[in-house]
């Protein structure tokens, strides 16, 4: 396959499958090939605006068509699994939008199914290849920080109403699986559990204070218990005006770190290193989804379809695989398990 483009099929037209053309467009050796779209006439538009070949009208006429070799499923959350299958049972290789699923049971099946298969699955979560990110996790993997006390994740974001009126299928139970955290918390939710690991118990509340009009919540907070000790916290919203950073907070008995939106802006540890002066800050060309969801760049959807190209191509482990994917899932769904029970929920 080096010796050709690799081509994606993309299935589905809103507004982060378009990004998903774009981050395509921006890498070399991938091509989009073609789109699943329920109207011809909005499928042409998005190929004459992205490229492409062929507007099909189901996954099965995508993946028959030639030169196919990657699916990018961006279909409402809790509409991932069906397309899904589809793909995975004519052999392609999944992008997955996040969450990959809503529950874990749909993540599961397809899991499973992939993994019968053969094929790769890469789920987003393109907050992990920031370089903040990256250098966070190493330092953790290092034990810089000694034994962790505390770590959190505080997804403070606005969204206006017309963000929910607009869509028929945004803030529902169905197709949403949730709402400040399963859709715009579990970026946070997702890196925290990678840096840290996947807390043990969870107890959560979650509430409507603003968009009374949806069927899920538009605020959320929770407290974690972790494997060995340590403590954290969730915090999730759509209702804070005007929208701020994505924060993760690292506490530890050698050190303290915060990253905001894939940058460092606190890094201290009691054994200074030779380049902790120069560890603040970096690369922030992932954007930002606090007020706009449309204010993300393409980059980091373009960093993970340039790993999935590499992977395909090289016959090689993707950076980011698809049982990753399942932890931030798992975490939620305890979640919103604690809040609908009341008392504290084990995550699975």
Same mark, same amino acid.
């Given at each position: 396959?080096? %010796? ?40 042409? /538009? ?11 009208? %189901? ?6 068509q030639?030169? =196919?070799?990657?699916?990018? =499923? ?31 049971a749909?993540?599961?099946e ?11 699955? /890469? ?26 006390? &505390? ?10 109403? &017309? ?6 299928w ?72 005007? #929208? ?6 690292i ?6 770190a915060r ?35 449309? #204010? =993300?760049?393409?980059? #980091?959807h373009?960093r ?6 590499? /992977? ?12 990753a ?8 769904? /305890? ?14």
């Open positions: 396959m080096s %010796s050709r483009n690799i081509g994606f099929g993309i299935v589905g037209t809103g507004m982060i499958a378009g990004v998903h053309a774009q981050a395509i467009g921006a890498v070399e050796g991938a091509r989009l090939v073609g789109v699943v779209s329920r109207s011809a006439e909005r499928g042409a /538009a998005f190929l004459e605006k992205h490229g492409g070949d062929t507007v099909a009208s %189901s996954v099965e006429e995508l993946v028959a030639p030169g =196919i070799d990657v699916v990018c =499923i961006t279909t409402p959350s809790g509409a991932h699994l069906e397309p899904a299958l589809v793909a995975i049972a004519a052999g392609k290789h999944l992008v997955v939008e996040k969450p990959i699923e809503i529950t874990t749909r993540v599961d397809l899991l499973a199914a992939s993994s019968a298969v053969g094929v790769r699955v /890469a789920p987003i979560f393109q907050q992990r290849f920031s370089e903040g990110a990256q250098a966070l996790k190493a330092a953790i993997v290092a034990g810089r920080f000694g034994r962790l006390t &505390s770590a959190g994740c505080y997804v403070k974001w606005f969204r206006e109403e &017309s963000y929910y009126t607009g869509s028929n945004k803030g529902t139970v169905k197709y949403d699986g949730g709402g400040a955290v399963m859709n715009q918390g579990i970026h946070g939710v997702d890196l925290l559990q990678w840096l840290v690991g996947l807390p043990e118990e969870v107890m959560g509340y979650t509430t409507r204070r603003v968009h009374q009009g949806i069927e899920v919540e538009d605020t959320a907070v929770a407290s974690l218990r972790f494997p060995d000790g340590a403590l954290g916290t969730i915090e999730a919203t759509t209702a804070a005006w005007p #929208g701020w950073a994505m924060r993760i907070e506490c530890g008995e050698n050190g303290s990253l905001e939106d894939g940058v460092i802006t606190e890094w201290k540890f009691r054994d200074e290193a030779a380049d902790d002066a120069n560890s603040a800050g970096g690369d922030a060309g992932l954007g930002s989804g606090a007020a706009n969801p449309a #204010g =993300i760049s393409i980059e #980091g373009r993970q379809i340039a790993d999935m190209v590499a /992977a395909v191509a090289e016959d090689r482990p993707l950076a980011i695989e698809g049982p994917a399942r932890n931030a899932v798992a975490l939620i769904n /305890a979640l919103y398990a604690s809040a609908a029970s009341g008392r504290p929920e084990k995550v699975s």
